[in-house]
């Protein structure tokens, strides 16, 4: 894999992920109870032998910065970086990114260094793939470009980019996210293809982009010093079918984009089942991120079912459903949590911050006495009172404000907010 480098883009705006990245990038959005979303592309990497990684950065940069500076460090005596490319004005030129392949195009000098092939990546993902074999196929088909595919069902088609592909798995056709029933039809899948490949239907009928790319390196640096083309999706890539070779590698793992509140939320919710579709137990491929060295969770007098508890949280005669609970959570007694994601603290309070805040007439940080907490996001650090429902008790779809939010009926508390006791939403 020495051939390979990687570009992992770290996302636009965020807007669909909002609250949860008006104070960061999507990249930097804790997952899991204790990762973060960029911690699943590097880790594929890490274990798929690419280490030599740049992550494209540009909205909300701080956090993603900091994770990256505390986790991703190769010593002196073995090869690989993570170096980070934030958007920036130069004298060539004044404006910031305009899109993935704008993205890319920006830091084609820095690019130069690249190895011969280059792996595109999204940091909002979650999956897992082993990069060697998708580069495998790349290299066997002799491809200028190759996309990772996954199939899907026909529903879904309109809200990816979808292809046609021959035999031999070369890309035919490719049309970004369509709406007419008739291109529907054009591009679904038949089931020899299906048999041909050996992966079962089960009533998928089209195939998806999953937004991840190998390109040769002068293939990519001729399509990016020619056009100016904006978005590989939906610009790039069909142009690039009439003068290159385009291949498909077929990806049948679990694959969700998660960037929107829906799907971030499901998602979730999954994980708290006995057997979810994406595991993060595996021992041999771990999922790497900042080793903050927590001390074991305290749980007293609590009722836990079908829930993940992060270390270092302190639990105290709680019950708890379906839930993930993040790192260093406090919940005091009597609270009752279903179907929620506390994403935890950045650190612990102390008895003279406690003092302070009842001075003050403060919550706590963490989540108080008395509580309901039901189809919640919870984002760090917030100040929960007592006695405070989070219920959507007006049965909203979407609302917004500074203290909170409702998206799809999610309620969602914005990081850091101080929510007084007694509160109903």
């Given amino acids: 894999m020495d051939k390979l480098t990687a570009v992992i883009l770290g996302g636009g705006r965020g807007s669909r992920l909002d609250p949860l990245t008006r104070m960061r990038s999507k990249p930097a959005v804790p997952i899991a109870g204790k ?14 032998g690419v280490r030599n990684i740049f992550l494209l950065t ?23 970086f993570v170096r980070i490319l934030a958007a920036q004005q130069t004298s060539e030129n004044q404006d910031w990114y305009q899109g993935t392949a704008d993205a890319v195009r920006k830091n084609l000098r820095y690019l130069r260094q690249a190895d011969d092939h ?35 069902r026909r529903e879904e088609a309109k809200e990816f980019g979808i292809l046609k592909i021959d ?24 089931a020899e293809l299906f048999d041909y490949f050996q992966v079962e239907a089960a009533e998928r009928t089209h195939l998806a982009s999953m937004g991840i790319y190998i ?28 003068q290159f070779k385009v291949f498909a590698y ?52 609590c009722q836990i079912n079908h829930s993940i508890i992060s270390e270092g949280s302190i639990l105290l005669g709680s019950i708890i459903e ?32 406690r003092e302070r805040n009842h001075k003050d007439k403060q919550p706590n940080l963490g989540i108080g006495c008395n509580c309901i907490i039901r189809n919640s996001i919870v984002d760090m650090d917030c100040f929960i009172g007592d006695n405070v429902q989070l219920i959507n008790k007006d049965n909203v779809n979407e609302v917004h404000s500074d203290l909170y939010s409702i998206r799809d009926g999610i309620v969602i508390i914005p990081k850091g907010a101080i929510i007084p006791s007694n509160t109903i939403i």
Avoid at 323 to 335: A, M, P
């Fill in 35 to 48: 990762f973060r979303l960029i911690d699943i592309p590097l880790s594929n990497c890490l274990h798929s």
């Fill in 58 to 80: 540009q909205f909300n940069t701080e956090s993603l910065h900091r994770h990256i500076h505390n986790t991703y460090r190769f010593d002196h005596f073995s090869k690989g």
């Fill in 118 to 152: 280059i792996i595109i990546l999204s940091g909002d993902h979650l999956y897992r793939m082993d990069y060697q074999k998708f580069f495998k196929h790349h290299v066997e088909r002799n491809a200028d470009i190759s996309i990772a595919v996954k199939p899907i």
């Fill in 167 to 190: 035999k031999n798995t070369a890309v035919t056709s490719f049309q970004e996210k369509p709406k007419k029933e008739e291109i529907l039809d054009e591009y679904q899948v038949d």
């Fill in 215 to 242: 390109f040769k390196k002068d293939v990519l640096f001729d399509i990016l010093s020619t056009t100016e083309k904006e978005d590989f999706g939906r610009e790039i890539l069909p142009e690039s079918l009439k």
């Fill in 250 to 301: 077929f990806f049948d793992g679990y694959w969700e984009d998660i960037g929107t509140i829906q799907a971030f939320f499901k998602a979730h919710m999954d994980l708290t089942t006995p057997l979810p579709k994406f595991n993060f137990y595996d021992e041999h491929k771990p999922f790497y991120t900042n080793p903050r060295y927590l001390p074991a969770s305290k749980i007293n007098n």
């Fill in 322 to 353: 379906h839930s993930i609970i993040g790192i260093r959570s406090f919940i005091d007694e009597g609270t009752f949590i279903q179907r929620s994601i506390i994403m935890g603290n950045t650190y612990f309070e102390t008895v003279v911050d």
